[in-house]
């Protein structure tokens, strides 16, 4: 079993930063591909990035490309989203999730462990 524990959310204006991270029991963190999601008030939850087990490999959601970035640091069991120029739609519930599977995939589907979730609030 794996517990995921986001933190780094908040309240902040447009145009402003936050980093995300998410950390992560269990010895096997390092074979996992994690990715960042996320869900707005009565939308469904989707896509924001994600990262391969090895960080070779990321993709992110066209709504964010450029301006959020995805990494991770294996020796800390930890994946971290770094969020800049952050607009209001960019208000939702972001979750840390991860794949067995070791590859980044962008299909919700394909995670296995999720966590609780952190509020992001951008303020116009």
């Known amino acids: 079993q794996v517990q995921l524990i986001e933190s780094g959310g908040g309240l902040v204006q447009a145009g402003a930063s936050l980093r995300l991270s998410c950390a992560a029991s269990?010895?096997?963190?390092?074979?996992?591909?994690m990715g960042w999601f996320r869900q707005a008030p009565g939308k469904e939850r989707e896509f924001v990035a994600t990262i391969s087990w090895s960080g070779g490999d990321t993709y992110y959601a066209d709504s964010v490309k450029g301006r959020f970035t995805i990494s991770r640091s294996n020796a800390k069991n930890t994946v971290y989203l770094q969020m800049n120029s952050l607009k209001p739609e960019d208000t939702a519930v972001y979750y840390c999730?991860?794949?067995?599977?070791?590859?980044?995939?962008?299909?919700?589907?394909?995670?296995?462990?999720w966590g609780q979730g952190t509020q992001v609030t951008v303020s116009s």
């Open positions: 269990g010895r096997t963190f390092r074979n996992y591909a």
């Open positions: 999730a991860a794949s067995t599977s070791g590859i980044a995939t962008m299909d919700r589907a394909g995670y296995d462990y």
